[in-house]
């Protein structure tokens, strides 16, 4: 969820071999380009590819590098990157539409200069919407493939990271008190409905935004929200915008068939409280993450703090 915040850039940097020594001061961009020459790995070229909180470059016609910028986040040290990379690879290992890891550096998770560093192989996207039926069944791939996933993961992690940030917000004073009750509330709830439900690892952030398709097909990425809890909360994150905040009925029913029809299994009852919950955590994100929200966001967020107070038990 911290990585969500991303400026896609148009007009891409790249540098030549002769001018490649950057200005100090570009830290996460050295920190990237010293890790890859620490590992044999000389880049010939600097493509930024997304810059928030994270930054995203091409280093190589197949290296691409991740690097968090956002140091003083909620989200420190690399624990968080190491999961994402076990389970990337465990995903990657078995044949799972996922965008893989660089073979040629080590998983890491790297860091240098302070920045947490991870690197991936670079996948060509395509001009294609992915239909309903192709993301449902991907993510059933996966969800079958994290089953077999043996190393511990936090439970209900990002529910319970966010209950824990109220309290910064509240010290921040960026909601109104009326709005930190209403998400304490969804979110206490949700954490305890959600306990009794079985779990097993999951994406954790599974919107469209962390799906790209690309001439290798429909892949999923982004893993670093990863948890374990019911798939019913991967369901509820691909499907919220559709089903609620545009009414696109047709997509999100489709997308659950083909869920099912690939062999998954949901249940209603933990699938309305994972919308709730999911819009409880975006909810609560949304002043880190969007500090000066456009006014598209904000109605964004309007309508999601409507919604949960529609739904208010």
């Known amino acids: 969820m911290p990585s969500s915040r991303r400026i896609a850039i148009d007009d891409r940097r790249r540098i030549d071999n002769k001018s490649f020594l950057m200005p100090a001061t570009d830290l996460p961009i050295r920190a990237a380009t010293e890790t890859a020459l620490a590992h044999g790995i000389v880049p010939d070229r600097c ?3 997304q810059d928030g909180n994270t930054l995203v470059l091409r280093l190589t016609e ?4 991740r690097v968090v910028q956002d140091l003083d ?3 420190q040290g690399t624990a968080w990157f190491a999961r994402e990379n076990a389970v990337a690879q465990h995903l990657a290992k078995s044949g799972a539409p996922v965008i893989p890891m ?3 550096i080590p998983p890491g998770p790297h ?6 560093i991870n690197f991936w192989r670079f996948v060509t996207r395509i001009d294609e919407e992915p239909e309903p039926e192709v993301v449902g069944s991907t993510l059933r791939h996966c969800h079958a493939i994290l089953h077999a996933f043996t190393e511990p993961l936090p439970e209900l992690a990002i529910i319970t990271e966010t209950v824990d940030l109220l309290e910064t917000l509240e010290r921040r004073e960026l909601f109104p008190q009326g709005t930190l009750e209403l998400l304490r ?5 949700s954490v305890n409905v959600l306990a009794d439900v079985p779990h097993q690892p999951l994406h954790g952030d599974a919107h469209f935004g962390n799906l790209m398709n690309t001439t290798d097909g429909l892949l999923w990425t982004d893993w670093e929200d990863t948890f374990a809890g019911p798939v019913e909360w991967d369901l509820a994150s691909i499907i919220w915008n559709a089903r609620l905040l545009d009414e696109d009925h047709d997509t999100a029913d489709r997308l659950l068939k083909a ?3 690939a062999g998954g299994a949901f249940d209603p009852g933990a699938l309305e409280q994972s919308l709730i919950a999911r ?8 002043p880190i993450l969007y500090p000066d929200p456009s006014p598209e966001r904000r109605e964004k967020l309007k309508f999601r703090l409507d919604w949960l107070e529609r739904v208010k038990s």
Request: proline share 9%.
């Open 259 to 261: 869920y099912q029809a």
């Open 62 to 65: 197949t290296l691409v590098a």
């Open 279 to 286: 819009a409880a955590v975006m909810s609560a994100w949304y």
């Open 111 to 116: 860091e240098h200069l302070g920045y947490p």
């Open 73 to 75: 986040g909620p989200r």
């Open 102 to 104: 660089h073979p040629d």
């Open 185 to 189: 509330g969804h979110l206490m709830k």
């Open 47 to 49: 493509e930024i590819l």
